[in-house]
C-alpha cells in the first residue's frame, strides 16, 4: 500500500491531478480561466470556501460558477479526469460574502482535513492550491531589487521586470522521526498542543545539512538524545504555508533525556503497550498522540506494526 491511500488516510498526502508542469505558459492560464467547465478550487485568504452537494461537501467548484468572485489571483493546478483546474485566490476579507452565497460555505483547511468533510483527492488539491496562493501572497516583490513581481508560468513563477530576476515557488523540507531505543520511542510535546498531546519531534532542515543530520541534529537539541541510524518511511505535504514533512525513524544510541523546556513541555519515553492506548484513546493518563490527518500519527502506526 502507497503512502498516499493509507488506511486511515495521510492528510493532504494524495492528490491526483496532471501536473504538466513542462506545459505552464501564460497561454495555458488564460485559456483555463476562460474556460466555464473548468474545476476550481476557491480560498478567500487562507480559507476554503466549499460547496454543499446533498449531505456531502466538495471543494471543487465549476469555474463558471465562481463569476461574482473578486479575483486576487489564479493559478493552474493541472488536470483531473482530462479536466483542467485551476485556483483561484480572492481577499481574505472576501470569505464572509462569497460563503454566504447560496451552497457555499468556508471552513478551515485543517478542520476539513481532520473532519473528512471532502473527498480525498480533494483535501490533496486544497493543499496544492493554498500553498501556491501563499506563496503569491508573500512574495509580490522582488528580494533581489524590491521592484513588484508578476505572476507567470501559470502561477509557477513570478519574474521582475526591473532586474530580470525570477522567482520560484518554495517548499520548506522539515524532518519529522520516531525515535526508537529498544521496544520504546521517544514521543514529545510543546505547550501550544492540546492536553494530553504526545507527538514525534520535528524541526527545519537547514542549509547545507542533510535529511539524517537534521534528525539527528534536532533530537539531540530538544531531548538531548544522540541518534544513530536514520531511515526515511514517509512524506507528506503540509501546506502551513508550505512545507514538506519528511517522516523518518531513528535509532537512539542512549535514553537519558536533558529537555530543552524553551522548545518542549515535555518528553518521555513510551512502550508499545502506552503507545497502543494513546492510539486507541484508552490512555489512562488520558494521552493521545496526534489524529490521522498529522504524519505523526502514521510514524506511530508504522512502529506498532512493526
Request: charged share 25%.
Amino acid at each position: 500500500m502507497t503512502q498516499s491511500r493509507r488506511d486511515p488516510p495521510l492528510g493532504f498526502a494524495f492528490n491526483p491531478i496532471v501536473r504538466h508542469s513542462s506545459e505552464r505558459g501564460d497561454d495555458a492560464l488564460a485559456r483555463y480561466a476562460a474556460d466555464p467547465e473548468a474545476g476550481a478550487i476557491l480560498l478567500a485568504g487562507d480559507v476554503p470556501i466549499l460547496r454543499r452537494e446533498g449531505e456531502a461537501a466538495r471543494a471543487l467548484h465549476r469555474n463558471g460558477d465562481l463569476a461574482d468572485v473578486r479575483v486576487r489571483e489564479r493559478v493552474v493546478l493541472g488536470e483531473l479526469d482530462g479536466r483542467p483546474v485551476i485556483a483561484i485566490g480572492a481577499e481574505a476579507g472576501e470569505a464572509e460574502a462569497i460563503a454566504a452565497m447560496p451552497g457555499r460555505f468556508a471552513n478551515d483547511l485543517r478542520a476539513t482535513a481532520v473532519q473528512g468533510l471532502v473527498p480525498q483527492a480533494e483535501i490533496g488539491l486544497l493543499a496544492q492550491a493554498k500553498s501556491l496562493l501563499s506563496w503569491h501572497a508573500r512574495h509580490r516583490f522582488c528580494a533581489n531589487c524590491g521592484a513588484p513581481t508578476a505572476l507567470s508560468a501559470s502561477g509557477y513563477r513570478r519574474d521582475c521586470a526591473a532586474c530580470g530576476s525570477q522567482h520560484f515557488p518554495r517548499t520548506d523540507p522539515v524532518v519529522i522521526m520516531l525515535i526508537r531505543f529498544g521496544d520504546r520511542i521517544l514521543l514529545g510535546r510543546q505547550a501550544r498542543f492540546p492536553t494530553g498531546n504526545y507527538s514525534c519531534l520535528a524541526g527545519f532542515v537547514e542549509p547545507g545539512e542533510t535529511i539524517e543530520d537534521a534528525v539527528r541534529r534536532e533530537t539531540f537539541e530538544e531531548a538531548g538524545v544522540r541518534v544513530g541510524a536514520v531511515s526515511y518511511a514517509l512524506s507528506q505535504p503540509w501546506p502551513y504555508p508550505s512545507s514538506l514533512m519528511i517522516g523518518c525513524i531513528g535509532e537512539a544510541l542512549d535514553d537519558a533525556l536533558t529537555i530543552d523546556r524553551e522548545e518542549l513541555e515535555d518528553a518521555r519515553w513510551f512502550s508499545r503497550e502506552e503507545v497502543a492506548a494513546m492510539l486507541a484513546d484508552r490512555h489512562p493518563d488520558g494521552l493521545r498522540v496526534p489524529p490521522p490527518v498529522a504524519i505523526a500519527h502514521h510514524l506511530v502506526r508504522i512502529y506498532l506494526e512493526e
